[in-house]
């Protein structure tokens, strides 16, 4: 079976499924397969043109009928369009809710139009919202289930997801894991390093970085916590991409601190690997992450991720060796592997070394990629 022609639909936003999804997209277009993204809007790591890759946007019409349009249907529609009109051999959705119920009714429409049977296998990856959103909203149980169910494949991004998974909706289906991924070629530390450094901070000061969406399990005001600690014994500047419903705390919280000429709000930046490049350290204190893509991308470029040991991150970073690991909420902790680290240059440049070394043996796109090629290929041969 050579090239296949793939469907894709995400939540085109910021965040890792929406980063993970058109990245998958990007790099499959790379191998020789024609992939076609089906979103409301473009996604934003997908800038300029690029081979193999078409965009169709979902037209949500907004009749007086509704309060709230119906997008799972306009996508379902269009799903069944796109599948028709370009003979796509499969599609594959990120996030159970809605994108695998509008699947299986594209599904369903082929299936039956005018005696012409189509079978449209699809493929649900689970990211780690979907799933503990049902934990705190119990009326979406049913049809998270249903979907998951009857989705021909399903993927988790971690072992932690995939079990939380089964025993939170116990489900038939075996659900493969296959790990997020980086492009180690693109996310590195360069020769430029130093000169972009420059921009941000003096020679002899340190550099740590977060990056997420500023929402409140991203816990923001522990990452000024840690970097006020840090600060006091370490010359540093903290470096914070991208932005959210906690940025102002924050903010002010910096200005009590009398830090805010060394916190950095960067906002929400593209070539993000440039900028992760600059750091020693990333800090990553999440009430919850079910994997953790800014520590990868960050241990990718040699800097060493603090992070907190909950959901699929103990899978990402190993305790000491790649990055080092806390409990939620224990800033001193954190900042005390930060500053001891940050104090040793042979350690740190050591550290961040094995980071890289550990995002390239399990985590780059040449060991991901093929994984959900063959994945595609087993769903496909199963639905014939």
């Known amino acids: 079976m050579g090239h296949m022609k793939i469907g894709i639909t995400c939540y085109p936003t910021y965040g890792g499924s929406g980063v993970v999804a058109t990245e998958l997209g990007i790099e499959l277009a790379q191998r020789g397969h024609q992939v076609h993204f089906i979103t409301y809007s473009q996604p934003f790591r997908l800038t300029g043109p690029q081979p193999n890759i078409y965009y169709h946007e979902v037209e949500v019409s907004h009749y007086p009928l509704f309060d709230y349009p119906p997008y799972d249907l306009a996508l379902a529609t269009r799903m069944a369009e796109v599948a028709e009109i370009y003979e796509l051999d499969l599609l594959h959705v990120h996030y159970a809710i809605p994108h695998s119920v509008s699947a299986l009714l594209a599904k369903q429409m082929l299936a039956t139009r005018r005696g012409k049977r189509r079978c449209l296998p699809f493929v649900t990856t689970l990211h780690g919202t979907d799933i503990t959103l049902v934990g705190q909203d119990r009326s979406y149980l049913p049809i998270t289930r249903f979907s998951i169910e009857q989705s021909d494949g399903v993927t988790a991004i971690s072992q932690y997801l995939r079990e939380r998974t089964l025993r939170e909706f116990d489900i038939p289906n075996s659900i493969e894991v296959i790990y997020n991924f980086v492009n180690c070629d693109l996310y590195l530390r360069d020769r430029n390093v130093a000169q972009r450094r420059a921009e941000y901070a003096e020679p002899d000061e340190r550099v740590l970085v977060h990056l997420s969406n500023f929402r409140p399990v991203k816990r923001l005001l522990d990452v000024v916590e840690i970097f006020d600690r840090v600060q006091k014994e370490v010359p540093a500047r903290l470096l914070l991409i991208g932005d959210g419903p906690d940025r102002s705390q924050a903010e002010w919280l910096a200005v009590q601190k009398g830090i805010h000429d060394r916190v950095l709000f960067l906002g929400k930046q593209d070539r993000i ?46 305790h000491g060796v790649s990055g080092f690991l806390a409990d939620v909420g224990d800033v001193a902790t954190m900042a005390g592997y930060a500053i001891e680290l940050l104090q040793d240059e042979s350690r740190l440049r050591n550290m961040g070394k094995q980071a890289r070394q550990a995002a390239q043996l399990r985590f780059c796109t040449d060991k991901i990629i093929p994984q959900y090629e063959a994945f595609y290929r087993r769903v496909l041969e199963r639905a014939t």
């Open 273 to 318: 690997n440039e900028k992760l490049a600059l750091a020693d350290v990333m800090l990553l204190p999440s009430q919850l992450e079910s994997f953790g893509l800014a520590a990868l991308e960050a241990m990718a470029c040699e800097v060493v991720p603090i992070a907190t040991r909950v959901g699929g991150l103990p899978e990402v970073v190993e």
